[in-house]
């Protein structure tokens, strides 16, 4: 249900873009170009540098209409620092303006900004607009395995009809009353002890009784883990902070499908790991060959590893149809949901990992 507030007729709504930057002197101008170069330009652009030891400030300030604050004494990572400057914006922008936060490392598509801006003034019932995130190219091996992940998570969203499961950091649209209900409860619009910031946000606005939605059109290309080392630090953080936010939350209409979420994860570890044990027990025992059912499973595996990638492209396919290579990185990212789950229980202190700049990749 919504507030009661409409913005349909409203054609003078400001929208203000919000940029947490961290030493990203390499890849910050690639998102202010992508700003510029919306079919609806934002009126106000801030780049956030937060304890910036690099360019950052410098690369920035660079950009025409683009304003440029530095936080002061932040020790509580992006959420802290954009907690900072809301601080001071929520207080002079009007209710039906909005706020895009967008990472430094990430690039719009063309009409991602209108396309948000219009979703949210046509139904009062949605508190935010996410983006549909997709990989950008390099990385290799490691780098396809990401892309063709995020390929599938881009058509599970398409088949919910838009719904999003999270309000990606990467970028997205938020209603400034919507906002300062947040700021009013808590009084700070991101929780600074979550992990993962974005997670916990679209639960609190679903919580609201708001619906979080991530139309087609609204694309963000951001960077993909170079090396395994950075993936596993990456979704460690993330998975962790999943669990944690589940906790601090409880079990609620709103939750249950996240809690019913981690549990199919769950389960597929389980399942995986018996498949391949009895597949392995037949190899040892000389039964491996050719069985109607197992033969009939394993082809299920490949359609749907396959037919979820389809639009991703040709070589997306070709990396799905083996299976051993994807079934190696589901077993990575399995060992990562492991050690969450494991360091929740033992309460071990996480941490936070920046992966170091790198410049943007030449796109092909």
């Given at each position: 249900m919504g507030n009661g507030l409409r913005y349909a007729g409203v054609p003078d709504v400001r929208i203000t873009v919000l940029i947490p930057a961290h030493n990203e002197e390499h890849r910050i101008g690639a998102a202010l170009d992508s700003l510029r170069a919306q079919s609806r330009r934002p009126d106000h652009v801030v780049v956030v540098a937060d304890n910036c030891t690099d360019a950052t400030v410098e690369v920035a300030r660079a950009h025409r209409r683009v304003e440029v604050v530095e936080t002061a004494g932040n020790t509580h990572k992006k959420a802290g620092a954009l907690n900072q400057v809301l601080a001071e914006l929520l207080a002079r922008l009007r209710p039906t303006d909005l706020v895009l936060v967008m990472d430094a490392d990430s690039t719009l598509t063309p009409?991602?900004?209108e396309v948000a801006a219009e979703t949210l003034q046509a139904d009062d019932g949605v508190g935010a607009v996410g983006g549909i995130f997709l990989g950008e190219p390099g990385a290799g091996l490691l780098g396809d395995l990401q892309r063709s992940e995020y390929a599938r998570y881009q058509r599970q969203i398409g088949r919910r009809g838009g719904d999003a499961l999270v309000l990606t950091g990467t970028a997205t649209l938020h209603r400034v009353d919507v906002l300062r209900r947040l700021q009013s409860?808590?009084?700070?619009?991101?929780?600074?002890?979550?992990l993962t910031e974005d997670n916990e946000i679209t639960l609190a606005i679903k919580t609201m009784g708001l619906r979080c939605v991530s139309p087609r059109d609204c694309v963000v290309v951001t960077e993909v883990m170079p090396s395994w080392r950075d993936l596993w630090r990456q979704r460690l953080r993330w998975q962790r902070g999943a669990l944690?936010?589940?906790r601090a939350y409880g079990l609620t209409r709103v939750t249950l499908p996240y809690a019913l979420q981690q549990a199919g994860m769950a389960f597929g570890?389980?399942?995986?790991?018996?498949y391949l044990a009895f597949t392995a027990y037949l190899v040892a025992t000389g039964r491996f060959g050719f069985h109607p059912l197992w033969t009939a499973i394993g082809l299920v595996f490949v359609a749907e590893r396959v037919v979820t990638v389809w639009h991703a492209g040709v070589r997306a396919r070709l990396l799905a149809a083996p299976l051993v290579i994807e079934w190696a990185y589901d077993l990575f990212l399995q060992a990562v949901l492991i050690r969450s789950a494991l360091d929740v229980?033992?309460?071990r202190q996480a941490t936070w990992h920046h992966v170091g700049?790198?410049?943007?990749?030449?796109?092909s």
């Open positions: 009409r991602f900004v409860r808590r009084g700070q619009v991101y929780d600074t002890a979550a944690e936010n589940l570890v389980l399942a995986m790991w018996l229980l033992r309460r700049a790198q410049p943007v990749p030449a796109r």
